[in-house]
C-alpha cells in the first residue's frame, strides 16, 4: 500500500510539474489578405460553416477550449493543429500554386464526403462543428465550382 502511494505522490507531482512547460500558441488578431475567405468571396453560410468546422486547426487563429491551459492535452492540441496546418492552412491559401491549391480542394471534396473531417476527436468536444449533410452538399458543391474556375 506504501509502495502506491509513493506512486501517486510522484503522479502528482509530475502533472504539477508538467503545468509549467507551456506550449505556443495559434492565434492571430487579423485575418490576412492571403486567406481563403478573402481570396474566394465565400458566400456567408459557407464561410461560418468553414469557420467553425475547419479554422480551429486549418489558420493561424485557434480559438482554444479551456482544456488547453492544462498539460498534457496542450501538448496534444499544439501537435493536432501544428499538423492540420501543414496539410491545409486556410490563411496562406494565396500563397499556394494553382496546381496545390486544386490538389487542396479535390482533398476537401474527398474528406467531406467520406466523413473524415470534421474529425471525430474534434467533434465529441465541438458539436456545433459537426456538418449536416446539407451543409456538406454546400460547401462540396462550393468548392467543385471553385476547383472547375481553378482547372
Known sequence: MKFLKIIAWLALVAFIVIQ?????????????????MVENQVPATI???????????HSNNTDYPWYSKIQPSAW???????????ELNFNEWAEYSDRRKNSKLRSIISQIEEDE????????IHRDAILSDE?????????????????
Open 20 to 36: 509549467f512547460f507551456p506550449t505556443t500558441l495559434n492565434e492571430r488578431d487579423t485575418v490576412p489578405q492571403s486567406d481563403f
Open 47 to 57: 464561410k461560418n460553416r468553414l469557420q467553425v468546422s475547419c479554422y480551429d486547426c
Open 76 to 86: 496534444y492540441l499544439e501537435d493536432h493543429i501544428q499538423e492540420g496546418k501543414d
Open 117 to 124: 473531417m470534421p474529425l471525430d476527436s474534434y467533434t465529441l
Open 135 to 151: 451543409d456538406k452538399t454546400l460547401i462540396v458543391d462550393f468548392i467543385t465550382a471553385l476547383k472547375d474556375s481553378l482547372e
